[in-house]
Nanobody, 126 residues
Framework: VQLQASGGGLVQTGESLRLSCAAS????????VGWFRQAPGKEREFVGG????????YYEDFVKGRFTISRDNSKNTVFLQMNNLKPEDTALYYC????????????????????WGQGTLVTVSS
């Protein structure tokens, strides 16, 4: 499966963005999806994930209550809605997919995902 992340941009503190991760070339409804980010000079970190059916979502504490992940399998797309953005959210955001037979499966470890999008840059100014 090929992934294409989009929707990044420059916003001010407190504003919102919605990232999209569009998939092609596979049965997307069998893939769990994770969102990761990497800020300059920092390691890649898990932001959140969604199970293949969308029944389960998972978030790191630093985005809970601000970010929401959803998916539309009929459109082969996963979304990351980011509200109340902060300067520390500035990073390159990646979506990644892992095929699984287990709904509710997710991983916070990047090496468990075999397919990656190219990243979309989010910059939050103070």
């Amino acid at each position: 499966v090929q992934l294409q992340a989009s929707g990044g941009g420059l916003v001010q503190t407190g504003e919102s963005l919605r990232l999209s991760c569009a998939a092609s070339g596979g049965t997307f409804s069998t893939y769990a999806v994770g969102w990761f980010r990497q800020a300059p000079g920092k390691e890649r970190e898990f932001v959140g994930g969604i199970s293949y059916s969308g029944i389960s979502t998972y978030y790191e504490d630093f985005v809970k209550g601000r970010f929401t992940i959803s998916r539309d399998n009929s459109k082969n797309t996963v979304f990351l809605q980011m509200n109340n953005l902060k300067p520390e959210d500035t990073a390159l955001y990646y979506c990644a997919a892992a095929q699984t037979k287990i709904d509710r499966w997710y991983s916070y470890q990047w090496h468990d995902y075999h397919y990656w999008g190219q990243g979309t840059l989010v910059t939050v100014s103070s």
